[in-house]
């Protein structure tokens, strides 16, 4: 980056004239199984390692109990199962995200990394796609693959 643009004053900013600016979002970037799924950066809280989950009854099938963080009460949802993919044993990760006033770990298999996305990169899925995980996608710019834009409103059912 240019040490010009790296310190302006943010009224030298205009001046400097920055044609290049993109408009992009940041998207992590995490694994289910053979998958690449990203959330925007924004919404994640935390990433957690080795946590102990609290089974609950009467629960779907997907989610696999609660977490405690820091004396809050934290629901686990594995996305595999989610995504209809057989569930996975070991450690795995939980990525903590924000949904509105609510917080929600979602088990998935690791975090491959943090990207910056211009938004024109995202395409939206076909029209018939009867998928509502899902709200886009996007060729990863190092060529590793294709990720899908996770839609984390739809992660819980409403019922």
């Known amino acids: 980056m240019n040490d010009e643009i790296l310190f302006a004053r943010e009224d030298e900013m205009?001046?400097?004239n920055l044609d290049d600016a993109v408009d992009s979002q940041k998207y992590l970037i995490f694994m289910a199984g053979h998958l690449k799924l990203g959330v925007i950066a924004e919404d994640v809280v935390e990433i957690l390692n080795n946590q102990v989950i609290t089974y609950l009854p009467m629960?779907?099938?997907?989610?696999?109990?609660?977490?405690?963080?820091?004396?809050?009460m934290i629901p686990i949802l594995d996305i595999r199962?989610?995504?209809?993919?057989?569930?996975?044993?070991?450690?795995?990760?939980?990525?903590?995200?924000?949904?509105?006033?609510?917080?929600?770990?979602?088990?998935?298999?690791?975090v491959d990394q943090m990207l910056d996305i211009p938004k024109v990169?995202?395409?939206?899925?076909?029209?018939?796609?009867?998928?509502?995980?899902?709200?886009?996608?996007?060729?990863?710019?190092?060529?590793?693959?294709?990720?899908?834009v996770l839609d984390c409103e739809q992660l819980m059912p409403n019922d």
Do not use: K, Y
């Open 121 to 148: 990169n995202i395409h939206p899925l076909p029209s018939n796609s009867t998928q509502m995980l899902v709200s886009g996608m996007c060729s990863l710019p190092d060529g590793s693959g294709t990720m899908m």
């Open 81 to 110: 199962a989610r995504l209809g993919l057989a569930s996975q044993d070991g450690d795995n990760l939980v990525v903590v995200i924000n949904l509105g006033d609510v917080q929600l770990g979602i088990l998935v298999d690791g």
């Open 14 to 16: 205009e001046a400097l």
């Open 59 to 72: 629960v779907p099938d997907f989610i696999r109990g609660i977490i405690n963080m820091r004396g809050q």
